[in-house]
């Protein structure tokens, strides 16, 4: 995607000798293999870390190539810098990068795919990086909406699931004072069931469920209400009763 981050990183890679053609990506070295966004990545995401510059500008430089490579592999090196010896990164520059890509009108499915398997699957993270791209903001998300805000609220609570009951209940509570983003807070609950590491309080989940403002043909509501009912925690801890509650729901 065209940013300025974007344009930065394409020229940071014209400096590695790298440059994109009608089809791909090639590389000085080997000027007759065509390279995939993903190869890119993979080759010089990581070398980003390495570069003479503070903390702060490696961040932002890396951001950049995910603008413009949109792969998920930068993610992960982004991850691997925060964690590594010269970690962590400066958690400022870090979460605004990810913010600012959760509300651009563009898909952000390396930012989601991001956020839900590397930081929210993992519980020495999930809480510090939910609400630094959601919790700490939803009062002002609900008070004061605007269309970049409400995108990331969304895509933020569809990929929850993973994050802890506790640490996320608050956040999926007062975003029910907001319609736009029922369904949202729905695909969440889903997800918190479905999803392997996926984690909620079936009561608590039941009661927020009941709340929701949603067409009454949503798919999944009617089996989802009655696992819920059922005290039913995570798909993977109860196997066969979502099937038992769809086929009682059809």
Same mark, same amino acid.
């Given at each position: 995607?065209?940013?300025?981050?974007?344009?930065?990183?394409?020229?940071?890679?014209?400096?590695?000798?790298?440059?994109?053609?009608?089809?791909?990506?090639?590389?000085?070295?080997?000027?007759?293999?065509?390279?995939?966004?993903?190869?890119?990545?993979?080759?010089?995401?990581?070398?980003?870390?390495?570069?003479?510059?503070?903390?702060?500008?490696?961040?932002?430089?890396?951001?950049?190539?995910?603008?413009?490579?949109?792969?998920?592999?930068?993610?992960?090196?982004?991850?691997?810098?925060?964690?590594?010896?010269?970690?962590?990164?400066?958690?400022?520059?870090?979460?605004?990068?990810?913010?600012?890509?959760?509300?651009?009108? @563009?898909?952000?499915?390396?930012?989601?795919? *991001?956020?839900? $398997?590397? /930081?929210?699957?993992?519980?020495? &993270?999930?809480? #510090? +990086?939910?609400?630094?791209?959601?919790?700490?903001?939803?009062?002002?998300?609900?008070?004061?909406?605007?269309?970049?805000?409400?995108? @990331?609220?969304?895509?933020?609570?569809?990929? *929850?699931?993973? $994050?802890? /009951?506790?640490?996320?209940?608050? &956040?999926?509570? #007062? +975003?029910?004072?907001?319609?736009?983003?029922?369904?949202?807070?729905?695909?969440?609950?889903?997800?918190?069931?479905?999803?392997?590491?996926?984690?909620?309080?079936?009561?608590?989940?039941?009661?927020?469920?009941?709340?929701?403002?949603?067409?009454?043909?949503?798919?999944?509501?009617?089996?989802?209400?009655?696992?819920?009912?059922?005290?039913?925690?995570?798909?993977?801890?109860?196997?066969?009763?979502?099937?038992?509650?769809?086929?009682?729901?059809?």
């Amino acid at each position: 995607m065209k940013t300025q981050a974007g344009e930065a990183a394409g020229r940071w890679l014209a400096d590695q000798g790298v440059r994109r053609v009608r089809d791909g990506w090639v590389s000085n070295e080997e000027l007759d293999v065509l390279l995939t966004a993903n190869q890119v990545a993979h080759s010089w995401a990581g070398d980003v870390f390495a570069e003479d510059l503070d903390a702060a500008d490696q961040v932002r430089l890396a951001f950049g190539l995910l603008d413009l490579l949109d792969d998920y592999w930068v993610t992960c090196e982004i991850r691997f810098a925060h964690a590594g010896a010269e970690g962590p990164l400066p958690p400022d520059v870090l979460w605004d990068g990810y913010r600012q890509r959760l509300e651009a009108d @563009r898909d952000a499915a390396a930012v989601t795919y *991001s956020l839900w $398997v590397d /930081w929210f699957e993992d519980h020495a &993270t999930s809480a #510090t +990086a939910f609400a630094e791209v959601l919790g700490n903001d939803i009062d002002r998300v609900v008070a004061e909406p605007s269309e970049a805000m409400l995108r @990331r609220a969304g895509r933020v609570l569809e990929c *929850s699931g993973p $994050v802890r /009951w506790t640490v996320k209940e608050r &956040t999926y509570r #007062t +975003a029910m004072g907001l319609p736009a983003l029922h369904a949202a807070v729905f695909r969440g609950l889903l997800a918190s069931f479905h999803d392997v590491y996926g984690d909620l309080e079936p009561t608590a989940a039941l009661a927020l469920l009941g709340r929701l403002i949603l067409p009454t043909e949503t798919q999944h509501l009617a089996a989802l209400r009655h696992v819920l009912a059922a005290g039913h925690r995570n798909h993977c801890r109860s196997p066969g009763a979502w099937d038992d509650a769809v086929r009682f729901c059809s």
